[in-house]
């Protein structure tokens, strides 16, 4: 495995994107345009509630009135219908949207994360492709699968590929890409992945541990081991991997703590909580950046 790991990157690049659509002026600033924005919406999605189930986890609130925080409320009270979930998904993903300025969006995080899962629905909503860095390897490859390319080039080759790849992804616009486990560790991929928007699924290595040991190893050749019971292997090294890297994740522009979201929600256990939930709070994170993107001096040179 390669050792380096990737420095912390403070500013990222944003010139390209820039050049692609710029950022109108004279306009209201984000954080205002959003709050106006989201009181339009508040106003909709009261049109849009469907009737409080009570067959969610145990909580129902009772009638939840609408107002900005209409979303945001029905979310901590833990007792979202998944159709509430998807109007709440697609509100946000609107709301979001125009500010990133056709950026993509890369998700990291380590194998089994969900980046395939919660980027296919992220792009779904915002209209944008999905991509898998790792299966655009293996197409590079005529087909060659990943784990085929380990054991017959070695990771160090594999290492090259991915670092192509991204390359190749960062002159695109409005793809969300699903990145492999490992593309945090050499710095040149921060400088490709910040020409978007960079996104870490941070998912606690117990839970990583038991969605392996429920798919297998088969496609993942860091972690491919038959001895013994599969979710002690796979902790095992996925404990070492994060030694290796975790601090590399960290470049991302945005952090999604399935622990955070969990206690928001007030769900005992990270697996409580869908795909949609984690989506939705991806944006919601993005946000987040995004306005303190805003009060980011911008260098001379990259205008
Ligand atoms: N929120 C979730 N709750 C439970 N299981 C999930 C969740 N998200 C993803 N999974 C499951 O975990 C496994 C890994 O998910 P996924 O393929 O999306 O992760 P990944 O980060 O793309 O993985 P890799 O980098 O190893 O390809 C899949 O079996 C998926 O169904
Ligand atoms: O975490 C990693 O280093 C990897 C993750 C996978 O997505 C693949 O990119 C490959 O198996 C290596």
Redesign the pocket.
Known sequence: MEAAIAQRVHYPSWVDCRKFERKPHGSLRYSQRIKEEKRFRGVALAHLQPERRNDRRGSVSSEVSCSDNNSAALLQAGSVHPFDEDLILKSKAEEVKPYLYGRSIY?V???????????KLMSKVLGYSFL?C?TLIEQAMDGTSVAEIFVHHGESFFRGKETDALKNLSLMYQVVV?T??GAVIRPINWKYMHKGISIW?DVPLEALAH??A??GTN??PLLHDDSGDAYTVAFKRLSSIWDERGEAYTNANARVSLENIAAKRGYKDV?D???TE?AIEAFEQVQSFLEKEETMEIPDGDL
């Open positions: 998700l995080g380590m194998m089994g994360s969900g980046k395939t899962t919660v980027g898998d790792d699903s492999g486990g699924l969605r392996i429920a798919v496609s993942r697996s909580l869908t795909p984690i």
